[in-house]
């Protein structure tokens, strides 16, 4: 694993530590980031605008796409379980807002099985640490934008060594003791979200990697109090 890429046999490993996070997803995620990361995500929900359609990659169990109101909604996911659950989250709160059900996908952001200049924002809220080939999902999800159209991304944030390095020994020692007790097990799944935040990059590295694939213009900033990264970038008129 380095910080462009994930061989296959790890990835696979991830992909099963992500699925048996199910049932605790959201709750370990609160206390992980005191409850910051649902401000985040309403950070990026805010930026779309109504209307658009949106793509969001690695949806996981639905928490981000449950609450974008007044878009036409479609979720990828690599893993059936997580779509299920997506699924029924999703467009239960969409029904209840009257409006029609979300689309459900499954493949990878690597190989989008979906058509070129087709969304006005995709969006990806902890999954880009995860994929395998970060260069090739970007290059994808810009295939998939529509000129003009925005890539919105929020994950952990890493701005440099030391940054990272309290990063590393927050999910050791905080997210990794709570884990432990609701799991209860030491082995438990959320050990994954160390191991790809250590092989994560800083967020100059993804700026200059998103320019490269052609976007433009590209913004990478902290988020208050630091522990969350988020990019906007554009795919050109
Ligand atoms: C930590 S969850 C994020 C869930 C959700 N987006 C949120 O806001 O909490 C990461 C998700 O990314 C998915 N994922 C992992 N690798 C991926 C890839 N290469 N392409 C697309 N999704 C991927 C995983 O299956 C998982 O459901």
């Known amino acids: 694993m380095d910080s462009e890429h994930i061989g296959d046999s790890e990835w696979s490993e991830l992909q099963a530590n992500l699925e048996a996070t199910i049932p605790v997803y959201d709750r370990i995620n609160r206390f992980a ?33 449950e609450r974008i109101v007044g878009c036409e909604v479609t979720c990828l996911d690599p ?21 029609n059900e979300a689309i459900f996908v499954e493949g990878t952001a ?40 925005q890539l919105l991304i929020c994950d952990a944030g890493k701005a440099n060594f030391l940054h990272g390095w309290l990063g590393w020994l927050w999910m050791k020692l905080w997210v990794g003791s709570y884990a432990r007790l609701i799991c209860k097990q030491s082995d438990h799944p959320w050990k994954w979200l160390t191991k790809t935040y250590v092989h994560f990059g800083t967020t100059r590295k993804y ?26 970038a554009v795919k050109p008129e």
Request: glycine share 10%.
């Open 33 to 65: 980031t005191l409850g910051q990361d649902q401000r985040w995500r309403k950070g990026i929900r805010e930026l779309i605008p109504t209307n658009s359609s949106v793509l969001e990659i690695g949806c996981g169990p639905g928490t981000f796409s």
């Open 79 to 99: 893993i059936p379980a997580m779509l299920e659950v997506a699924r029924t989250r999703i467009n239960k709160a969409r029904s209840e807002r009257g409006e």
């Open 110 to 149: 690597e190989e989008i099985p979906l058509a070129n200049c087709s969304f006005d924002v995709v969006c990806c809220l902890f999954s880009f640490r995860d994929f395998q080939d970060k260069r090739k999902g970007l290059q994808e999800m810009l295939r998939v934008l529509k000129p003009g159209g």
């Open 207 to 232: 700026k200059k990697m998103m320019r490269e694939v052609g976007f433009f213009p590209v913004k990478g900033r902290l988020l208050f109090p630091g522990m969350a990264v988020r990019f906007i």
